[in-house]
């Protein structure tokens, strides 16, 4: 049975950082696409970032471009998300999802398989 789960939330100061790690079971992780998701309250949900299943291809919304890395290690099951420069706007709950297939890109839509979530807070 696929799984995902996202662990590393909790809360930060405006300007600090953050890795939030995605572990995968149950499936042959090397085939799967990832995309980093949030959403805050009251909001849609929104995407964060995404990762190609080789990991050689990543994409970025604008709002986090220089900011966030993506970056997968498949021999760990594992895609991270690090965080720099956070700021109280990216406060929400971030969500990894996962589609079988070599980039899936920034639509959620695109994701059959999603993890429970992890909150990250960013205040002073």
């Known amino acids: 049975q696929l799984h995902l789960m996202e662990s590393g939330g909790g809360l930060v100061q405006p300007g600090g950082s953050l890795r939030l790690s995605c572990v995968a079971s149950g499936f042959n992780f090397d085939w799967y696409a990832i995309g980093w998701f949030r959403q805050a309250p009251g909001k849609e949900r929104e995407a964060v970032a995404c990762?190609?299943?080789?990991?050689?291809?990543?994409e970025y919304v604008d709002s986090v471009k220089g900011r966030f890395t993506i970056s997968r290690d498949n021999s760990k099951n594992t895609v991270y998300l690090r965080m720099s420069s956070l700021k109280p706007e990216d406060t929400a709950v971030y969500y990894c999802?996962?589609?079988?297939?070599?980039?899936?890109?920034?639509?959620?839509?695109?994701?059959?398989?999603w993890g429970q979530g992890t909150q990250v807070t960013v205040s002073s």
């Open positions: 999802a996962a589609e079988e297939t070599v980039l899936a890109g920034l639509y959620s839509e695109e994701y059959a398989y």
């Open positions: 990762i190609s299943s080789t990991g050689h291809m990543v």
